[in-house]
Every structure is written in C-alpha cells, then in structure tokens.
C-alpha cells in the first residue's frame, strides 16, 4: 500500500470521489430530498471550499515554496503564518468542503460516505507521508507546529 502514497494528484482523489458521489445518489436517488436552505447551504459549504485551498495556496506563494502536493520533500519553508495558524491542510479541508457541498447539492444523503472514503484516503496516503518528510526536512519546529496547530482545523 505504501506504492499509492503521495502518488495521486488530490484534485484527482476529488474528482473520483465526487464521480462515485454522483453515482451513489443516481443509484438511491428514490431516497434523494430536496430541504429548505439546500442551495443555501450549498453555497456557503462551496465558497469555503475555494476559499480554504485558496489561503493555502497564497501562503505557499508568498513563502516561494512549492505547492506540489505529491513532493512534500521539495519544501523549502515552513509556512506557519495566515490559514495556516489554523489548520495544517487548508487545502484539503477546503476540498472536503467543496464535496459536502456537491453532496447537499445532489440531494442525496447517501452520498456522504464520499467524505469519509476522501478523509481515510487523504489521511493515510497524502497526509501521514507529508508528515513524515516535512519531519525529516524541518524537524523539531515542525514538530512543534504540528503540536499547536490542529491537523484538519
């Protein structure tokens, strides 16, 4: 399992996770509900989730170090500063956002096992690999980081 660490680009993982979403709810759509405050809620839960790996990106940017998920070794500077005082993966919150809205949008209630697949696979192939190199490359003040700063939020 260790050979699908880092491998897939997120965005991918997003867009398969999204497309098996799609399908869940096509496949249940005899339970699918529309509610009041749907589109609403959609919409916020959507403009969290460009927002959130937005934030993330512009702190890469502004540290000029690399954004490339899939090469956390390549890091030249911690990025400690804005969203990232917050949350240690901006960018993948914000994409686990951008799915619960495609979920509420879909009307499908069933569907949101989409997020938990996105969270198990983020978690233990991207997530738990970048640790350990951003460990290796900055050590002790990463450590500390990670201790003062939650990993999801």
């Known amino acids: 399992m260790k050979s699908l660490e880092l491998k897939i680009p997120p965005l991918l993982v997003v867009a398969i996770v ?6 869940t709810a096509h496949y249940t759509q005899v ?3 529309f509610y009041v405050g749907q589109r609403a809620a959609a919409i916020f839960l959507l403009v969290l989730g460009v927002l959130l790996p937005l934030l993330g990106v512009i702190g890469f940017r502004r540290a000029q170090t690399t954004v ?6 390549k890091s030249t500077k911690l990025v400690t500063t804005g969203i990232y005082q917050r949350t240690r ?5 914000g ?4 799915l619960m809205a495609w979920g509420v949008f879909l009307e499908s209630v069933f569907s949101f096992w989409g997020l938990a697949l996105y969270v198990a696979y983020m978690h233990r192939f991207q997530i738990l690999p970048e640790e350990r190199m951003l460990t290796e490359t900055f050590g002790e003040t990463y450590k500390s980081y990670c201790r003062r700063t939650g990993r999801w939020w």
């Open 89 to 93: 993966n901006p960018m993948y919150l």
């Open 18 to 23: 999204a497309g098996l979403m799609w399908l």
């Open 95 to 98: 994409f686990f956002f951008l």
């Open 68 to 73: 490339d998920p899939r090469a956390p070794n």
């Open 31 to 33: 339970f699918n509900q």
